[in-house]
């Protein structure tokens, strides 16, 4: 078996490079501005950076349409800047896992370009090709994430070509030995570069069966992913995350046992998917916390010994945590810092999406011309045609669209948050005055700190990493409370995800207890009684003696 993994005590920072930081004042973040940051990111504390795609792309989805995967896009910089990045956070030991999107090219990469060219070229079957139905009609109703149908005609060669997001982002073609080749090539190119590992973007997806309406996790994925583990990482010590959005804990062990050589872990998303009405995210519905706290302790109870979770709030698809799970008014920083003790004490691998850890939040914009992300975009027109009344889709747009998390990166309150000197490609937040990095470092109780000490809890006890999990209360409808215990310690986690003061029944074991505090966000008893009383979005960690 592999020997300890580094990535069970590490925790992972999402950068999403166009909004991070921009140095060249063109107004769209990129990797020098990324090495200048590098100071800020080693006082958090973080192991690993996983970077959003840097690669060629026509930016049709701001990078996750790559038209040259061994080359960067010249708004980010070029390969030089980026094997930069990778000797300069190295120094200061911190990884960098590359965002690898296989499971669709973009239409100007070299390979659909010849592809399109006529139906007998050798790149034709990289991708997915049908004949329409006769008189117009398309091969299936199949339709796209971002809206529309799922294919798109080709007039050159009087064919359909397949595309689960947008129309200029077509599927490739796993069932091609090919394909399969030139991307585990590519893979080692950039391993041989020293990168810490892959984000694998939606990689369930490559298990596709067009024919049968199947649009992933079919019988073909693991056997893809495991030839893929032999032919690429499988024998350097990387980490591997999947995205996995139908994924559950049972189809989790098959990617994470690490018996079956596949991935490190994987991101589910049954705990995101639960505010949305009948599974469609533009129609948003409000959280069921008791729902929420079942979800979270099936995947610590049901993943725990034969796999490995990761454990986010948010990513650069997701509606910002703090406006999402907590309260991004009178109880932001409280909530902010709940939030963060409530992932960060569970067992698994945490991700921090950046800003974050300043307790950024989500952007409401008066109209849908300051949005830029194409499935807001493209969902707003189609709903709206569909006759959807415009201000109740903006209203869902506020809540759930992707620009929450991609409005520029917080670091100072001047002119565009220090993000840029230019005009940004997506408009600032108008809170950055109130939030940002600079104020958060010249204050001790903010949130920066409070990620700080988090981070660094989990270098100090291996309880955090390998501890068990039993949920405390688990039908308490507002309070998530958890034990974990480990070689006879015992670590009580508390989280009041409401604005209310709420009581919670303790089990009669620990009645009496005391304990040192590892974190809290308010000063709180360490002699524990059988009924503890907690103030809004109250949040302790109390390491029993
Ligand atoms: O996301 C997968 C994806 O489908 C998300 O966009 C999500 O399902 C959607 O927002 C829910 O409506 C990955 C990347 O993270 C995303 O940024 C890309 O747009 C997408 O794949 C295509 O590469
Ligand atoms: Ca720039």
Known sequence: TKPVTW?????????????????????????????????????????????????????????????????????????????????????????????????????????????????????????????????????????????????EYDEQTQAYFYHQFSKRQPDLNWENPKVQDEVHKMMNWWLDKGIGGFRLDVIDLIGKDVDKGIRGNGPRLHPLLKEMNLATFGNRDVLTVGETWDATPETAKLYSNPERNELSMIFQFEHITLSWKGGDKWQPIELDLKAFKQVMTRWQTELSDQGWNSLFWNNHDLPRAVSKYGDDGEYRVKSAKMLATALHLLKGTPYIYQGEELGMTNVAFDSIDDYRDIETLNLYAERVAQGVDPKAMLAAIHENSRDNARTPMHWNNQIHAGFTTGQPWLALNPNYPQINAADALGDEN????????????????????????????????????????????????????????????????????SGECLIQNQPVESQLVDNLSLDAYESFALLLN
């Not at 049709?60 to 995967?69: Q, T």
């Not at 499971?103 to 049908?130: G, T, V």
């Not at 955090?464 to 974990?484: K, M, N, Q, T």
């Open 7 to 151: 990535w069970h005590n590490s925790v992972v920072y999402q950068i999403y490079p166009r909004s991070f930081c921009d140095s060249n004042g063109d107004g769209i973040g990129d990797i020098p501005g990324i090495i200048s940051k590098l100071d800020y990111l080693e006082k958090l504390g973080v192991d690993v950076i996983w970077l959003s795609p840097v690669y060629k792309s026509p930016m049709d989805d701001n990078g996750y349409d790559i038209s040259d995967y061994q080359d960067i896009a010249p708004e980010f910089g070029t390969l030089e800047d980026m094997l930069e990045l990778l000797k300069l956070a190295k120094a200061r030991g911190i990884r960098i896992i590359m965002d690898l999107v296989v499971n669709h090219s973009s239409d100007e990469h070299e390979w659909f370009k010849q592809a399109r060219k006529s139906r007998d070229n050798p790149y034709r079957d990289y991708f997915i090709w049908r004949d329409g139905k006769g008189d117009g009609d398309l091969p299936d109703d199949q339709g796209s994430v971002f809206g529309g149908p799922a294919w």
């Open 446 to 513: 903010s949130t920066f700190y409070h990620y700080q000490t988090l981070i660094s809890l989990r270098k100090q006890f291996p309880i955090i990493v390998y501890g068990s999990f039993r949920a405390v209360e688990p039908d308490h409808e507002a309070v998530f409370a958890y034990l974990r215990e480990f070689e006879g310690q015992q670590l009580l986690v508390v989280a009041n995800f409401s604005a209310q003061k709420q009581q919670l029944l303790l089990p009669k074991e620990l009645h009496g207890r």
